[in-house]
């Protein structure tokens, strides 16, 4: 599943600073399309039959699909500064401000774990139980949880990024990105990978199942409690989420960039350029490192952080620069509830792609699959089928997010 990620500050950080609530807007705009494009591609019709920019890369490389969660991570940098300066600002001690931070952190990934865990019940046939009983399959369900995932990575990523942050200057931070990106780096491909024959990691990249970061996966998390899509790796997995720090990271400079007294036309002028230069370096990078988001190169840090970077600043030259706003309604209303929007649209995915079954034609299927079938694949070509059932499970998700807007409910952690 597409990450994602999700901001730890899901009301508008606008309202928290005042002084700068227009210039803003373009971050609520920048999180909402964000948010948007995860619920798109995260539900088709069917797997099938998807357009290819809906899709991830089948590994290295990349599509628009993979950069909606270091997009997440990015901006979860972003709101992380701008929460902290708040916080500073309203009064808050050290301690206070290192509470939450972990009060929140520990709260993403408790609601990950439960998306992961949910419904706590293993349904259908069980392999070697002819006839499981309730608290069997309750076990079951326990034994073969995801450990790690997308909001568990964010949980995780916020704590460590924050923490770091908050007790480093500007010039440590960049030093420690550095040492991320070229340390990940170093392991991924200098190191011989156990179980190889002491083959360099640098020639198993291109593998699934045999590289450092799939290595580990299995080690620590187990095969039970890994990513049941990718069978002996974890897309989430422990050494990837270590080069997801710095991709958050990224995006606290990006905040403290945003927060400083400069004029418009310079803070967007400097994204623009930092960004560009990102971009370059990545695909540079990439001739030796991949850019590959189910390792988390850091090519792909450096690649997708500077995507963001000209993303938002383009966000902020309709938006800010030349006022064009008549758009963003609907996009600030996915922005402003970031967790509503994840979690619950995880849950109801789960709910009519697996757990809510009906009869049709004779078997016993997933009400999803009705509803594709009889609203859309019956007079729709098979991917534009599936991209209709995504819009319209997007628009009824907007419909929801919409009426939490209009009645002032942002949910917050």
């Known amino acids: 599943m597409v990450v994602t990620a999700i901001s730890t500050e899901p009301h508008s950080t606008v309202s928290e600073l005042p002084p700068q609530r227009e210039r803003l807007l373009s971050l609520d705009v920048f999180r909402g399309i964000t948010i948007a494009g995860m619920l ?99 076990l079951v369900r326990w034994e073969h949880v995801r450990i790690m995932g997308v909001l568990a990575r964010i949980g995780i990523v916020y704590i460590l990024a924050a923490l770091i942050c908050y007790k480093t200057t500007i010039k440590q931070q960049v030093i420690i990105i550095a040492c991320i990106l070229y340390g990940y780096w170093a392991a991924m491909t200098l190191l011989p990978v156990p179980g190889t024959g002491g083959t360099l990691g640098a020639h198993l990249i291109g593998t699934h199942d045999q590289n450092l970061a799939a290595w580990l996966d299995r080690k620590i998390l187990g095969p039970n409690h890994i990513w049941v899509g990718g069978v002996t790796f974890d897309p989430e997995g422990p050494m990837s989420t270590i080069p997801a720090i710095a991709t958050a990271m990224l995006g606290y400079l990006c905040g403290r960039w945003l927060g400083t007294a400069r004029q418009l036309l310079e803070k967007m002028s400097g994204l623009f350029a930092v960004g560009s230069i990102g971009m370059m370096l990545g695909l540079m990078w990439s001739w030796s490192f991949p850019i590959n988001k189910s390792l988390w190169t850091s090519s792909y840090v450096l690649f997708t952080a500077g995507m963001a970077c000209v993303v938002l600043a ?48 004779g078997k016993t299927v997933p009400l999803q699959k009705v509803l594709y079938e009889r609203g859309f694949h019956s007079w729709l070509p098979d991917r534009l089928a599936s991209f209709a059932f995504a819009l319209a499970f997007l628009f009824f998700w907007y419909l929801i997010l919409a009426w939490l807007y209009k009645k002032k409910i942002f949910l917050k952690v």
């Open 40 to 138: 798109l591609v995260n539900n088709p019709g069917t797997w099938s039959a998807i357009y290819p920019p809906l899709e991830h890369a089948e590994w290295n490389g990349w599509t628009p699909t993979d950069l909606i969660f270091p997009f997440f991570l990015f901006i979860v940098g972003i709101t992380t500064y701008l929460s902290i300066t708040s916080r500073r600002a309203h009064g808050a001690d050290d301690s206070a401000i290192i509470k939450q931070i972990i009060r929140r952190g520990l709260i993403i990934y408790a609601l990950g774990f439960l998306m992961s865990l949910s419904p706590g019940y293993q349904w259908g046939a069980i392999d070697g139980m002819p006839h499981p009983s309730a608290w069997d399959r309750i």
């Open 314 to 361: 383009t966000c902020m030259w309709i938006i800010d620069y030349k006022n064009v706003r008549g758009w963003t309604k609907p996009w600030v209303v996915f922005g402003v509830n970031p967790i509503v929007a994840f979690v619950g649209s995880g849950m109801f995915a789960r709910l009519i792609y697996t757990l809510w079954t009906v009869n049709y034609e």
